[in-house]
């Protein structure tokens, strides 16, 4: 038997610079560019997916990464599924930090944020969520 998927990360372009209030975390300045958010779900994985996918009007802003895509200007353009931990994925990711703690409300392993900014998006950056 295959081991479950334990995580996913969301490849998202932000078109333009924002400030952003992510609930009760407070308001970030968000450059333009590309972002990886790192996320999990013990169960129902892809229903955890196609609730990131679904438009913002569809769904309670709950989860940091809720704010975020609700946004105008930000758009997923991939996702990623992984066998591997959310925090061990997420080290892997790179990145910088521009909003300590985003995502990261229970994690115990010190990332200090599950969202990472990869930088700008080039020219020719397109996917497909």
């Known amino acids: 038997m295959n081991p479950p998927r334990l995580s996913y990360q969301l490849l998202i372009e ?12 407070g308001t970030f300045d968000f450059p333009a560019g590309r972002y990886v958010y790192t996320g999990s779900a013990r169960r129902g994985l892809e229903a955890r997916i196609a609730r990131h996918l679904a438009p913002a009007t569809a769904k ?13 200007a930000a758009r997923i353009v991939r996702v990623r599924r992984s066998r591997l931990a959310e925090c061990a ?9 521009v909003a300590p703690g985003f995502g990261a409300s229970d994690c115990r392993a010190g990332c200090g944020s599950h969202l990472r900014y990869l930088g700008p998006a080039g020219p020719c950056s397109q996917g497909t969520r």
């Not at 932000?14 to 975390?25: D, K, Q, S, T």
């Not at 309670?60 to 105008?72: E, F, G």
């Open 14 to 25: 932000l078109a333009r610079p924002a400030r952003i209030r992510v609930g009760a975390l």
């Open 60 to 72: 309670r802003l709950r989860w940091h990464i809720d704010w975020l895509l609700a946004h105008p």
């Open 89 to 97: 994925l997420n080290r892997r990711a790179g990145g910088a930090v």
